[in-house]
């Protein structure tokens, strides 16, 4: 099988896998949550019972011979309408992009959940963009130095940093970051580096009066230049720094153990002893021999660690309180918003099979022997 048609079987794959995935979800918080949840978006104090009821029935939770709201409040069968019918509707306004609107707190009822997710989502997009570009630039030379130094000191600290990256709880070193570079580490009375939002304005490194620019994308940095305005982006990229180490240093880790044992492998073969027998210097033997082949496991590794980085946001976010929608999801569960929490599952699962897909692609090429 080509490559090219791999690629659109997965395709087609991914979309069932995304169907299963929002059927289950949603009968998970429509099926075992009372249906009034479904309208609370939508209710306002003014609203009557019968007003009530339209809503219920335009939004296809309630029968339209349901005799009043009271009757489908008390969930008499007859004004039900069944879950998979639900989804049906449900469905069908999914693909038109309608994804209802949100409950989140200061804005319930009255903005699209669409609109909300995607207004937040850059700040999570660049946030793990900036982690998985820590990952690569500290995890793939610390596997290689730790290989190429086997059972030395730099392999022991190698070991001891990726050991201690991989048991480190998230939260936890993120709070020790803000205390060392917000409170300790101060210059001119102020911090280092920034202790939250999405644009530092109040640290030592900092611009004060970084100005304004047009949100054309949502994610600062970027925003900052294609605006020109280098200070904005700046400060966005200052306050970015602790939140990427802290989301990255679980994934430095793993990604440091991979290559390891990756490199030592390869190495130990003979067309690398073979190599060496010609002439070739460390370097060459090193980089163009041995490093593609081990990359593989670790090209594989990185389809989870793109997954690990977008979940990890969560956490992350709320330590450094940055407007993303992985603290967003958060306060959607608080406050049941079941129409935000189902946007943010499935772009999610989205972003996993999309990235896992293009691992595979990537893989194909790094071994031509691969065929699929």
Known sequence: MKLYEYAIRRILLMGLVLLGLSLLMFYLT???????????????????????????????????????????????????????????????????????????????GTQTTLSVFFSRFPFTAELAIMGAILTILIGIPLGIVSATHNNKLPDHLSRIVSLGGYSIPQFWFGYVLLIIFVLYVRVGGLGLLPGSGALATTCAICFRHPGT????????????????????????????????????????GALTRIVRSSMLEVLRQDYMLLARSKGLTD????????????????????GLLTAFLFGGVVVIEI????????????????????NFIELYVLVTALIIVVTNLAVDIIYAKLDPRIRY
């Open 30 to 108: 429509r099926g075992f949550l009372p249906p009034s949840f479904a309208l609370a978006p939508y209710i306002t104090p003014r609203m009557n019972s019968a007003e009530k009821l339209a809503l219920a029935q335009s939004l296809g939770v309630a029968t339209q011979s349901c005799p009043s709201f009271q009757a489908f409040s008390s969930y008499q069968p007859s004004c039900l309408v069944p879950v998979y019918e639900q989804y049906a509707g449900w469905l069908g306004n999914v693909l038109k992009g309608d994804w209802g609107l949100t409950l989140l707190p200061g804005i319930a």
């Open 319 to 338: 330590v450094f309180d940055l407007p993303g929608v992985g603290y967003t999801s958060l306060q959607a569960v608080n406050v049941f918003d079941i």
């Open 213 to 252: 620019v047009s949100a054309a994308t949502g994610a600062p940095i970027l925003d900052g230049l294609l605006a020109g305005n280098l200070r904005y982006a700046w400060d966005s990229l200052v306050a970015m720094i602790l939140p990427a180490i802290t989301l990255s240093i679980t994934s430095i």
């Open 283 to 302: 370097r060459v033997v090193i980089y163009r021999q041995a490093l593609r082949n081990a990359l593989l496991p670790a090209v594989t590794v990185a």
